[in-house]
Structure formats: C-alpha cells, structure tokens
Nanobody, 115 residues
Framework: QVQLVESGGGLVQPGGSLRLSCAAA????????MGWYRQVPGKQRELVAR???????DYADSVKGRFTISRDSAKNTMYLQMNSLKPEDTAVYYC?????????WGQGTQVTVSA
C-alpha cells in the first residue's frame, strides 16, 4: 500500500501562484511513475503533469509554461509549482503514483482561482 498526502491548495486570485506538495510514505524512487491530476465536478479526471516511466516530464497543453513538476527523493515528496493561475485551473488536484502495476491516489486538495 502507498499513502500519498497532498497539501498546499487554497484560494488564489487570477495570476497568482500556489505550490502543491505530495508526501509519500515510502521511497518515491521505487515508483514507476508519479504525477498530478485534477478533476472538476461532472468531468473526468485529467492529467496535469507527470514523471512517466520512460523518463522526462509530460504536461497538459493547458498548463505548459505555467506549471512545473518536481520531486525531492530525499524528502519523498513531489511538487507542483503553479504560476499565472487562471479560473479554469480551479479543481481538486490529486497526486498519483504507479507502482507494482497499481495506481495509488491521494485524497486530493482543492485549488480555487477566483477574484
């Protein structure tokens, strides 16, 4: 079992910034892949950014140039730096880890972008 705990969400004005954190209860170096997803009511969960198993990083087109995914293996933590936030970024953001052929999810953190 993998426990993932997100933090850092909140209310921010358009154009503002937030940094999300995802703390894992085990070494993140063991995970095949990790990433951030988001979901709004009535819509499917969508990829925001990830470290794929093939290496490098992937970003949704809608966040390229504004969001940056990173990780600190020593702290077993993954981050999502979100800049130039827009109202359409409002969603619940989830941390994901893929390991031993299973997907693990955090509980989610709400991000609201509003004036």
């Amino acid at each position: 079992q993998v426990q993932l705990v997100e933090s850092g969400g909140g209310l921010v004005q358009p154009g503002g910034s937030l940094r999300l954190s995802c703390a894992a209860a085990r070494s993140i170096s063991r995970f095949n892949a990790m990433g951030w997803y988001r979901q709004v009511p009535g819509k499917q969960r969508e990829l925001v950014a990830r470290f794929p198993s093939s290496g490098g990083t992937d970003y949704a087109d809608s966040v390229k140039g504004r969001f940056t995914i990173s990780r600190d293996s020593a702290k077993n933590t993954m981050y999502l730096q979100m800049n130039s936030l827009k109202p359409e970024d409002t969603a619940v953001y989830y941390c994901n880890a893929y390991w031993v052929q299973r997907n693990f999810w955090g509980q989610g953190t709400q991000v609201t972008v509003s004036a």
